[in-house]
């Protein structure tokens, strides 16, 4: 299965150019968005530009992403809202923890961010693929490559139960990815020069990530 993934739109008529045209070159089975998908406004114009895509997505909303974009969402026949409850595309299991909370030198998915993610324990194993806005602590959150601002909670979850994948973003310059233990963390922002991620996933064989170039849609560099 081709998954490609992405962060951050932020609802940038760019942002949203580059996207449909890796969706139409890379015919990806599904597309993950990480959350940010709207800018706080333009949440209709967007989603609705998103629906058009051939590509089925599923998201998680970010913390431009304002909780009424959920009924735009749910109006939508293309792109369906994680939650804390397995959703299955083609075997796989996603599940979803929306929302983000920046705070000064630090990252939370939600006030009751302990809570979230226990209310997801019972939906995580090592197959599944995990969804959130911000990255764990010390993966690929560095805020201009100085300090760590990814969230404790969500890096001692992800430590303990050790999910097949950690899908993110929010840190824009730290597009990238990195292990905790066993689980592949990917940060697939969009941001000048890189378009999120093509991850094609086979059974028994490591997921292969491609980061995309802006634009052209080209694999800049493999994994």
């Known amino acids: 299965?081709?998954?490609y993934a992405v962060a951050d739109i932020h609802a940038k008529k760019e942002?949203?150019?580059?996207?449909?045209?890796?969706?139409?070159?890379?015919?990806?089975?599904?597309?993950?968005?990480?959350?940010?998908?709207?800018?706080?406004?333009?949440?209709?114009?967007?989603?609705?530009?998103l629906d058009r895509l051939d590509t089925p997505i599923v998201c998680i909303r970010g913390n431009s992403d304002f909780k009424k974009i959920e009924q735009s969402l749910?109006?939508?026949?293309?792109?369906?809202?994680l939650g804390t409850s397995p959703h299955?595309?083609?075997?796989?299991?996603?599940?979803?923890?929306n929302g983000t909370i920046p705070l000064p030198f630090a990252s939370r998915i939600c006030i009751r961010e302990k809570q979230l993610l226990k209310n997801i324990l019972p939906g995580i194993n090592k197959d599944t693929i995990l969804v959130a806005h911000p990255p764990p602590r010390g993966?690929?959150?560095?805020?201009?490559?100085?300090?760590?601002?990814?969230?404790?909670?969500?890096?001692?979850?992800?430590?303990?139960?050790?999910?097949?994948?950690?899908l993110c973003g929010h840190i824009h310059e730290q597009a990238g990815m990195g292990f905790i233990q066993n689980t592949l963390v990917i940060n697939c922002a969009i941001n000048t020069i890189r378009a999120g991620a093509a991850i094609d996933i086979e059974k028994d064989l490591p997921p292969r990530v491609n980061f995309l170039q802006p634009k052209t849609g080209n694999a800049m560099e493999s994994h």
């Open 88 to 97: 299955y595309f083609k075997g796989m299991a996603f599940v979803g923890a």
């Open 1 to 3: 299965m081709r998954i």
């Open 15 to 49: 942002h949203l150019e580059t996207i449909c045209l890796i969706a139409t070159r890379l015919k990806p089975d599904l597309m993950v968005i990480a959350g940010d998908i709207t800018h706080y406004f333009h949440s209709k114009s967007t989603i609705a530009k």
């Open 139 to 166: 993966v690929c959150d560095r805020v201009g490559n100085k300090f760590c601002a990814g969230s404790q909670n969500l890096f001692d979850f992800i430590n303990t139960t050790q999910p097949k994948m950690l």
């Open 74 to 81: 749910e109006n939508t026949s293309n792109i369906r809202l």
